[in-house]
Structure formats: structure tokens, C-alpha cells
């Protein structure tokens, strides 16, 4: 079954700092995986997809890596500042039962202080 | 280009209630998801529609549906409402017939079950 945890739940760190969060997922066969941003009460907005042949993809700011064989990702962000302050929730595309699933983690909660 | 728009997005029902909850995706868009979040559980697939068929489901009680119009729009419909149901629901959409596409995430529309 597979299952993605962020750790930590929750991050703290001053404004101007560069910060990494971590997503893990028990199976290595995904086909994807995407990195979204929460705001509170709102929806989600896609920051990065990373497809299984890749390694990484950045936009601006964000990094995002891929590493299959350990079953992890990660997301850095560069030179944070107090409007990066969100949750960040990955989630992983694969196969259960016939079916395709998109599975999230529960994210990690992201305050930038000024 | 308009996103995701989810109507309404806010709704207060009572237990054995039924409740319709309408999605319209990106223009040009075929695939419509639907999740469920709530702070326990975070976010879950609830089914995947695409063109006019479900493709995917998660994991959820009958009780929970949904279907697809040849515009691409869907709705959701929940019946015999329970307290648990409370939650952020939100769909999204994305471009082309593979699960492994990128999504693109409406705003959500908030279910209080009292």
C-alpha cells in the first residue's frame, strides 16, 4: 500500500534562509510525483511535477528532486521569504488495485519570519 | 485563461442530507478529480472522471458519486450526510487522458454537516 509522509509537520525559520522540506513514499512505483502549495482555506496550486524518468525540475526559487530508489523527494527553497509561508503537501500518481491513485501527504506547515 | 471554479464554496447541511457539489475545469480540459481534506486525514482521492466515465476511485462509501457532462463539467453528490463528512472538498482538473498529467486544483467548497 503506498503511503507518503512529510516530515517535519511543521517548519519555522527565519526569512532569508535557504530550507529543504522532505516527502517519503513506501512504493517506488509512481509515476510522478508534484509538489503543491496550500494558502489557508484555499485550494491547491501546483509549484512542481516531477515525472518518474525525471531527476528534478526548478522554477524560480523552487527545486524539486526525485529519487525513485530511496523513495524520497524533496523540495528546496531558496532565500525564503514571509510569503512562501504556506503548507506544502507532496503527492505521489501510482497504480492500487487496477486503479490509478494520486496519494498526498499531510504536508508540512511553512512560517517565514520576518 | 479562467482555473478550476468550484460552486459553492460554502455549504452547511444536516445529517441525512444529501448535498451536489459542481466542478468546471480548465477549458480544454477532460480529466476532473475529486478529493476530500479534513485536518485527520488530509487530503484523500475520492474518483477521476474522463470523458464522461470514471477512470479512478479511491477508497469511499457509496454513498459518495459523481459524474461527468460532455463539457467536461462534474458534480459530486454525497447522500445520507454524516458528521464526518464535514470537510474541504476540492476538484481539479488536467489536460490529457494520462493519470500521470499535472493537476490543476479549484478553490473547494467548504461542507459543514451539523
Known amino acids: 500500500k503506498q503511503e507518503v509522509t512529510q516530515i517535519p509537520a511543521a517548519l519555522s525559520v527565519p526569512e532569508g534562509e535557504n530550507l529543504v522540506l522532505n516527502c517519503s513514499f513506501t512504493d517506488s512505483a509512481i509515476y510522478n510525483l508534484q509538489w503543491f502549495r496550500q494558502d489557508p482555506g484555499k485550494g491547491l496550486t501546483s509549484l512542481l511535477l516531477i515525472q518518474s524518468s525525471q531527476r528534478e525540475q526548478t522554477s524560480g526559487r523552487l527545486n524539486a528532486s526525485l529519487d525513485k530508489s530511496s523513495g524520497r523527494s524533496t523540495l528546496y527553497i531558496a532565500a525564503s521569504q514571509p510569503g512562501d509561508s504556506a503548507t506544502y503537501l507532496c503527492a505521489g500518481t501510482c497504480a492500487m488495485n487496477r486503479d490509478d491513485k494520486i496519494i498526498f501527504g499531510k504536508g508540512t506547515r511553512l512560517h517565514i519570519l520576518p | 485563461k479562467a482555473g478550476v471554479t468550484q460552486t459553492p464554496r460554502y455549504l452547511i447541511k444536516t445529517r441525512g442530507q444529501q448535498v451536489t457539489l459542481s466542478c468546471s475545469p480548465i477549458?480544454?480540459?477532460?480529466?476532473v478529480s475529486w478529493y476530500q481534506q479534513t485536518p485527520g486525514q488530509g487530503l484523500q482521492f475520492l474518483f477521476e472522471y474522463f470523458s464522461e466515465t470514471q477512470r479512478n476511485k479511491g477508497n469511499f462509501p457509496g454513498r459518495f458519486s459523481g459524474r461527468q457532462f460532455s463539457n467536461s463539467r462534474s458534480e459530486m453528490n454525497v447522500s445520507t450526510l454524516e458528521l464526518g463528512d464535514s470537510a474541504l472538498y476540492l476538484c481539479?482538473?488536467?489536460?490529457?487522458?494520462?493519470?500521470?498529467?499535472?493537476?490543476?486544483f479549484g478553490p473547494g467548497t467548504r461542507l459543514t454537516v451539523l
Open positions: 481539479a482538473s488536467s489536460h490529457s487522458g494520462q493519470v500521470a498529467s499535472e493537476q490543476f
Open positions: 477549458s480544454g480540459h477532460r480529466s
